[in-house]
């Protein structure tokens, strides 16, 4: 099999889970949606990234302890892979666990529509900028 193939299905993949976390948002307090999101869906892309390490990132060159050695793994296509699954399954986690929190504590639904797409392309974006709203409906309801 391809990396490129790998690519396509993990992409595919993460896009059929966010396509999921919208159809949560869109039918309302449909928390069982966002909870299995959040964890069939990156457990799932967790588990190929498992295998992507395990099968090829210590013959990748490069490392971590600089840079100019990050820059050399994802030089490998594999390595490149196996980093971009890491995004995948982390982004559509928080995505899931947004969702969650926006459900259980009735959160205006309506910060989904601008947080989750965030999310899905700027992963920590969309993580600082819920938990911004988060802290600004929390004090309106204290202030209250």
Do not use: C, K
Not at 89 to 106: C, K
């Amino acid at each position: 099999m391809s990396s490129s193939l790998v690519f396509q299905v993990a992409n595919l993949w993460a896009v059929t889970g966010w396509l999921a976390l919208a159809a949560a948002v869109i039918l309302g307090r449909q928390a069982w949606i966002s909870r299995w999101v959040m964890t069939i869906w990156p457990l799932s892309l967790a588990t190929l990234y498992a295998a992507l390490i395990l099968f090829f990132f210590f013959a990748a060159p490069g490392g971590f302890d600089s840079l100019a050695h990050v820059q050399l793994l994802f030089t490998d296509q594999w390595a490149a892979l196996a980093g971009w699954v890491h995004y995948l399954a982390f982004d559509l986690f928080i995505g899931g666990w947004i969702s969650l929190q926006v459900l259980q504590r009735a959160l205006p639904r309506w910060l989904l529509i601008g947080i989750l797409p965030l999310t899905f392309l700027f992963g920590p974006i969309g993580l600082l900028l819920f938990s911004l709203a988060r802290l600004a409906f929390d004090h309106r309801e204290t202030a209250a």
